[in-house]
């Protein structure tokens, strides 16, 4: 089993962002917890800052993205870096990974067993050590680890507030270069993106100013610090 350490074992202290990504990353090029190693030219782990205020996740790697390593580089990446920068953004602001980090046989779903043990082992780990203010989630697939049960068609573009950031499920680029009549509602979603990321930053700085100031250690009663 790979395991992916939250802190440093030989100094004890607590890993950076860019530490556990890192990790993350060399893990997933050797990794054979799922059967999907086993066609695999490279594993994707994802790309992006440590501390991105946004972080997109796709469905899992097609045949470019396997040959490169690299998330989103094939005709869906070059079209999702245009709905990057219509939305006022570069790729390299944003993080930008997948459900699977191994490419699924002929571009087949991925199925639920190696749903489960990617996202357990390493996309969740991602998700905790980037902390990003917003999620847009590229199709059904990373759409139904957040929303189970809801129907793309119905709520794409809409934020959802969940543990504490919001939640922006979307079309995936392929679904508008296969069915051009989803090209304005993905355009349209993705243009909506500088005003979702504004919204949160207020409210978290509204949050904190509300927030009580945090209690120093001298302040504390006796009994209070004995305990530690």
Do not use: W
């Not at 006022?88 to 993080?95: D, S």
């Not at 990974?97 to 357990?120: F, L, M, S, W, Y």
């Not at 950031?165 to 392929?174: K, N």
Request: with cysteine.
């Amino acid at each position: 089993m790979i395991v992916v350490e939250k802190a440093d074992t030989r100094t004890g202290h607590s890993l950076t962002a860019a530490e556990t990504l890192q990790l993350i990353a060399q893990a997933t090029t050797t990794c054979t917890l799922c059967g999907l190693h086993t066609g695999r030219v490279c594993a994707v782990p994802g790309e992006g800052p440590p501390d991105a205020k946004i972080m997109l996740i796709g469905e899992g790697p097609g045949y470019h993205e396997d040959r490169q390593g690299r998330p989103f580089v094939g005709p869906s990446g070059q079209f999702l870096d245009e709905l990057l920068a219509q939305a006022g953004l570069r790729r390299a602001e944003v993080f930008i990974g997948n459900v699977v980090k191994c490419r699924p046989p002929q571009n087949r779903d991925p199925q639920p067993d190696e749903i489960a043990t990617c996202t357990q082992t390493y996309l969740y780990r991602q998700i905790e050590a980037i902390n990003p203010r917003v999620i847009v989630t590229l199709g059904r697939f990373s759409m139904n680890l957040f929303l189970p049960g809801a129907k793309i068609s119905r709520i794409h573009g809409q934020p959802h507030p969940i543990a504490g950031r919001l939640l922006v499920p979307m079309l995936h680029p392929a679904a508008a270069l296969h069915q051009p009549q989803n090209r304005p509602l993905l355009e349209a979603d993705f243009q909506s993106l500088p005003a979702i990321l504004a919204q949160v930053e207020r409210d978290q700085a509204a949050q904190a100013a509300q927030a009580p100031p945090t209690q120093r250690e001298d302040d504390l009663p006796l009994e209070q610090l004995s305990l530690f």
